[in-house]
Structure formats: structure tokens, C-alpha cells
């Protein structure tokens, strides 16, 4: 009995260290892999990781001395691809010569003293400002009017936020068919509790400030909302064409008005602002940059970064 577990301890025995011979050899296995094939990686950031070369849209520009130009013959282009010579074209477009942003005392250029380099509008802005500095002599007036039909009014009536609407529609933007379309896909990112309904109008709700403002929130480039005129880098963010609205209830953003920079400027260079309100009665260039409260600032369409 004896000699039986004797034998029964020795073979569990040699099991165990069977078992730990296999493990050692398994780990000596392992330590021999990780010698043999190792390879110390090391990972360097390039040093222009962080340097653009690419120049940055004309919303980044922190440079002084800006010379902002339209060239007809440029937009003319631009307009005959498209098919639509009509919407944007220029006076005295048959000379062909560059035709500079002036300012209301006669101007050729804008300027900010700085370093030499300049920058133009893209070709997309250029579109939208010669289009915008047709509406002051266009006989439009203020009243509110439904377009059940066209969305879009087909007459002299026009509210604040048509200025927007029309100008970037004539310029291919169809406002009526964007914002509808974000509105149904993210409906929750605008205020439908300011309008009382949850049901969208795609022939209205593209005219309600809140909306249109919310639209742009989402889809355009948002700037700085306050303007001092004191400083360069400030001031050149009011770039011609750019959407601004105005606070006129700070408890009801439905009074909101809509804008949109001109080419021309104040006698102290601050640019105007083309819009109309009920107050104003038509389609007009006024000093709203010195005399109201800017809720919103936009620049649509967004700016590429090889414009």
C-alpha cells in the first residue's frame, strides 16, 4: 500500500514539473520573440505640422492695409457660366477696367494701414455685392405681404429679411429651398416655440428673422457681433456682402432686423448698412453699424480656403 502511494506522489510529481518546464520554456519562448523582432518606432511631428500654405478666407485676415475690388469683367464671367447676366450685371460693364468699392465721398478703395499684403472678395461675394448695390434704386417698399405662391416676393412689398433672401437667391443661394430643407432634417436646432407651432412653412418660415438667423448659425460663417470702429482688425471683419442683423427687443428676437453691408462708408469709414424697415419705409443705405445693436453677423456661403 505503501509502494502504491509512493508511485501515485511521484508521478504527480514529475507532472507538476513537467508542467513548470513547459511554462518556463513557453515564457523563454515569448522573451526570445520580443528580442528578436522588436523595433523601437519613434514618432516626430513634422515642425510644419502647425503652417498653412494655403492662404486662410477672407474672414481669418488680421492684417492691416486691405484693398477690397470688385472686377466686372471677372463677375460678368462668372455670371455668363451660369446663365443668369442678368441678376448681377454692372454699369459701364462694357469697358472691361477693374471697378473699386468706393465710399460715399468718391473714393477708389478702402484702406488700413498696415503690411502690403490685400486681399479681393471671392467670386462668390462679388456676385452678392454688385447685386446688393442694385436694391437702393429699386422701388421697393416696406410692408409685410404672405407669397403663398412664389415664397419669395414677386412684388414692391418687401420685409427686412427679404433683402437677404432675394439678393443671395439671385445669386444662385435659393434660401426658400435651404432653410427648408435644414429645418426639416434638424428640426430641433430651431426655435419652433418662438413660432407656436411645430409644423413648417417652406414658403414662409425662410422669412422669419429667427429662422433665417438660426439658418445662418448653422450653415455660414459667424463673425463678431460687436463693432468698434477704433480698431483695425475689428473693422475689417464688416466686409462688404456680409449678412447683419440688428436688435431692436432684447425680449423679443421676432423684431429683429436683417442687413447686409455696403460698399459704401460713413465719413468716418465705418461701412453701411443696406436695409429696410418700417421705419425707414423702403430700401435703404443707412449708419446702422454706429446706431444699433448687431445680434448676428454672417458671411454666406462659407469661405473655401482657396478662395
Not at 442678368?86 to 460693364?93: F, G
Not at 461675394?125 to 454688385?130: E, M, P, R, T
Not at 432675394?166 to 426639416?184: F, P, T
Request: charged share 25%; with cysteine.
Amino acid at each position: 500500500m505503501k509502494a502504491k502511494t509512493r508511485n501515485i506522489q511521484s508521478r504527480k510529481k514529475i507532472r507538476y514539473n513537467l508542467i513548470i518546464i513547459f511554462i518556463v520554456a513557453i515564457s523563454a519562448l515569448q522573451f526570445w520573440n520580443l528580442k528578436t523582432f522588436y523595433k523601437e518606432i519613434k514618432i516626430e511631428l513634422p515642425k510644419n505640422l502647425f503652417k498653412s500654405q494655403i492662404s486662410l478666407p477672407i474672414s481669418e485676415i488680421t492684417v492691416g492695409k486691405e484693398t477690397v475690388s470688385v472686377n466686372i469683367e471677372e463677375t460678368n464671367a462668372l455670371e455668363s457660366n451660369n446663365g443668369d447676366q442678368n441678376s448681377t450685371s454692372a454699369t459701364d460693364s462694357g469697358t472691361g477696367d477693374s471697378t473699386d468699392i468706393t465710399n460715399k465721398n468718391g473714393a477708389t478703395e478702402t484702406t488700413l494701414t498696415g503690411d502690403e499684403n490685400a486681399f479681393e472678395l471671392s467670386d462668390a461675394q462679388k456676385k452678392i455685392v454688385l447685386r446688393l448695390m442694385k436694391l437702393p434704386e429699386e422701388d421697393i417698399i416696406y410692408a409685410y405681404q404672405a407669397y403663398p405662391e412664389t415664397g419669395y416676393p414677386d412684388g414692391q412689398n418687401w420685409i427686412s429679411t427679404d433683402v437677404v433672401s432675394v439678393v443671395l437667391r439671385d445669386c444662385g443661394y435659393d434660401l426658400m429651398e435651404l432653410v427648408y430643407k435644414d429645418m426639416s432634417e434638424h428640426i430641433e436646432a430651431y426655435p419652433m416655440d418662438q413660432k407656436g407651432s411645430k409644423n413648417l412653412d417652406k414658403k414662409s418660415d425662410f422669412r422669419v428673422v429667427y429662422f433665417q438667423q438660426k439658418f445662418f448659425q448653422r450653415n455660414a460663417l459667424e463673425l463678431p457681433i460687436d463693432f468698434n470702429p477704433d480698431d483695425p482688425a475689428n473693422l475689417l471683419q464688416w466686409q462688404p456682402g456680409d449678412i447683419v442683423y440688428f436688435q431692436i427687443d432684447p425680449e423679443n428676437p421676432g423684431k429683429d432686423v436683417a442687413g447686409m453691408i455696403s460698399t459704401h462708408k460713413n465719413d468716418k469709414g465705418i461701412p453701411l448698412v443696406i436695409m429696410i424697415t418700417k421705419d425707414l419705409g423702403k430700401v435703404s443705405e443707412v449708419d446702422g453699424l454706429s446706431t444699433l445693436k448687431a445680434s448676428g453677423h454672417f458671411r454666406y456661403p462659407y469661405p473655401e480656403l482657396n478662395q
